[in-house]
């Protein structure tokens, strides 16, 4: 999952596995969600955002899972393809202006 | 044609020099953004732009400054670059109403030398 410091973590799968990828965000007034996946020289991308009011989302390939008790926000994804491997970003919107990102997980897909 | 376009792709400068970076949309979006990423660190947000007359400083605007030419255009400068300004910077746009969704171009590197 995420977590400070210099070092971005790293989750390894084989092709065809489901991926896990873990966020615990820091402001319990967040109701809003989203992740983002960013390749290798491109800027970051929407893949599924989720609101305080439901605890689960699904998109195609991908589900967000959210637990405001423990704030802690999951992204799975099922089957997982070599074309997945980026970094995941997940971000929270408070209320405010602007979203406040996380450090960012690294996803590596082995064929 | 990408809908975020940043330019340059890529710079090399010296400590010392003014650098700016340009943006450009054709979402038609009101609200855009400058961020910074640098290993580890996730993105920070430096400026953001609500319509053409709003400026706003984000988490780290020290050492920056913006220009919103115009709906579409938002332009971040340096005006006397460090070293520790070495990063990719993003800009990005969204929506009136759906602010928190963010598009964002493909970046731009920076390298002060």
């Known amino acids: 999952g995420e977590s400070v410091g210099l070092h971005l973590p790293t989750l390894s799968v084989q092709e065809g596995d489901n991926s896990i990828i873990n966020c615990a965000y820091s402001?319990?007034?967040?109701?809003?969600f989203i992740w983002y996946k960013q390749e290798s020289g491109k800027g970051p991308q929407f893949i599924i955002d989720?609101?305080?009011?439901?605890d689960k989302r699904q998109g195609q390939r991908v589900t967000v899972l959210l637990n405001k008790t423990v704030k802690h926000l999951s992204l799975q994804i099922a089957a997982t393809q070599p074309g997945d491997s980026a970094v995941y970003f997940c971000?929270?919107?408070?209320?405010?202006?602007?979203?406040?990102f996380g450090k960012g997980t690294m996803l590596l897909v082995s064929p | 044609d990408a809908d975020v376009t940043q330019t340059p792709r890529n710079r090399i400068t010296k400590t010392g020099k003014r650098i700016m970076l340009e943006c450009s949309q054709t979402k038609g979006h009101d609200r855009m953004y400058w961020y910074r990423q640098d290993p580890g660190l996730g993105l920070r947000l430096i400026y953001y732009?609500?319509?053409?007359?709003?400026?706003n400083k984000g988490e780290i605007s020290d050492g920056y400054s913006v220009s919103r030419q115009a709906q579409a255009k938002f332009s971040l400068s340096l005006e006397s670059a460090i070293p520790n300004q070495t990063a990719l910077y993003f800009c990005?746009?969204?929506?009136?109403?759906?602010?928190?969704?963010?598009?964002f171009g493909s970046g731009t590197q920076l390298s002060v030398l």
């Open positions: 989720i609101r305080s009011n439901m």
């Open positions: 732009s609500f319509d053409v007359k709003d400026i």
């Open positions: 402001n319990s007034a967040s109701d809003y």
């Open positions: 990005a746009t969204s929506d009136v109403g759906a602010n928190e969704k963010l598009f």
């Open positions: 971000a929270e919107n408070a209320g405010y202006s602007t979203l406040t």
